[in-house]
């Protein structure tokens, strides 16, 4: 299931629950035809399993691959229980699995408290039925252990879908808490740089607005040293966003390991080897950033691996998670704008599935190339 979005894994979820009950119908049905019932205990049970069939289904189907409420299906839970005591009291012990499954759609469906009684009950309701049922002592509690079992997986995986979407969710609230604390950083950075040096242009014009009738030479003064001040903010905010537009290739990749690391994804990245050209690390720099985002959004990666080496004159730079999403690195979502990036140092870029459930993206790029005029 991994790669998959929330509502996948509910409905992949919901169709194994199916399954494994169409498992137990059809293993009772094999053990009760071995005894040659009459035909209308086969009309009986044939209406039997379509009653419990279609209950099960829209009770787990409705609850777990669509996320509708619990407590909604309380008649499904009762009509489905009924039926499977009654199978298994009126045609035999071989429709012991029945009341099991019941319960675990009871867990499925209903609330905590209720959920945890009604299978109680249920496993005690199959007890008492196996005692009336004449069953020896070590086949009555076989029967019990393995209901007992059933409920308890049924219940886990019907688990399995909310924690899914939670995952989903904390991984969107960490890529956006991501891009809020860089703006966050990249405002106390402007304010930092622009802050001090426009206070101290506006205090010495203010000067030089009072100082210009009674004396020109102090408040001419005055404007030279706001228009110095003024030259050297535009300066510190130059480097600023050259700072942000050409950031190293190492501090993308500590930034991205850490991202990765408080969203519980293990990241391991190799060395940046020396001499890279800074437009070489601009250009890359946004190929990690913008790949390690695409992890975070739209993967269930638990591992990423960032490879770079230096081959025949070319940066080569891998990232390659291990649990691919339905839209990782989708055509349109980012890779437009990297290959671009990257065509100004005459590199390229490739992405898709790894073959082994994962997904890859490569770049490389010249070392000695000249930054196309953009």
Request: hydrophobic share 50%; glycine share 10%; charged share 20%.
């Amino acid at each position: 299931m991994g790669g998959r979005t929330p509502a996948a894994v509910a409905r992949t979820v919901a169709w194994l629950i199916l399954l494994t009950a169409a498992v137990f119908l059809a293993e009772g049905l094999l053990l009760w035809l071995r005894h040659r019932p009459a035909l209308g205990q086969v009309c009986l049970a044939a209406v039997g399993m379509l009653a419990f069939a279609v209950t099960f289904s829209r009770m787990v189907y409705d609850v777990v691959a669509r996320g509708t409420g619990r407590d909604r299906h309380l008649v499904d839970v009762a009509l489905c229980t009924s039926v499977a005591f009654a199978m298994l009291l009126l045609l035999g012990g071989a429709w012991g699995a029945l009341p099991s499954l019941a319960a675990g759609a009871a867990v499925v469906s209903l609330g905590a408290r209720r959920s945890v009684w009604a299978a109680l009950l249920i496993l005690l309701g199959t007890a008492l039925s196996c005692l009336l049922l004449g069953m020896p002592a070590d086949l009555l509690v076989d029967v019990v252990v393995r209901s007992a079992v059933t409920v308890v997986v049924i219940g886990a995986l019907g688990l399995l879908p909310p924690f899914a979407r939670e995952i989903h969710d904390n991984r969107a609230e960490l890529a956006r808490m991501a891009v809020l604390e860089e703006r966050l950083r990249f405002a106390r950075d402007l304010h930092d740089v622009l802050g001090h040096g426009l206070s101290v242009v506006g205090m010495k014009l203010e000067v030089a607005l009072l100082l210009q009738r009674t004396d020109p030479d102090r408040a001419r003064t005055e404007i030279e040293e706001a228009l110095g001040v003024s030259r050297s903010s535009v300066s510190d905010l130059r480097s600023l966003v050259h700072g942000y537009r050409q950031p190293s290739l190492r501090s993308e990749l500590e930034g991205v390991c850490s991202v990765l690391g408080s969203a519980g994804i293990s990241c391991r990245a190799d060395q940046v080897p020396p001499g890279i050209p800074q437009p070489v690390q601009e250009a890359v720099g946004w190929v990690v950033r913008e790949g390690v985002t695409n992890v975070l959004r739209h993967s269930t990666a638990t591992e990423c691996r960032i490879k770079l080496r230096v081959d025949d004159g070319r940066l080569l730079v891998e990232i390659v998670n291990d649990r691919a999403g339905d839209r990782d690195m989708a055509p349109g979502n980012g890779l437009r704008g990297l290959r671009e990036r990257l065509a100004g140092v005459a590199g390229e870029l490739t992405a898709g599935p790894d073959g082994n459930g994962g997904f890859r993206l490569l770049a490389h790029a010249p070392l000695d190339s000249t930054p196309a005029q953009r």
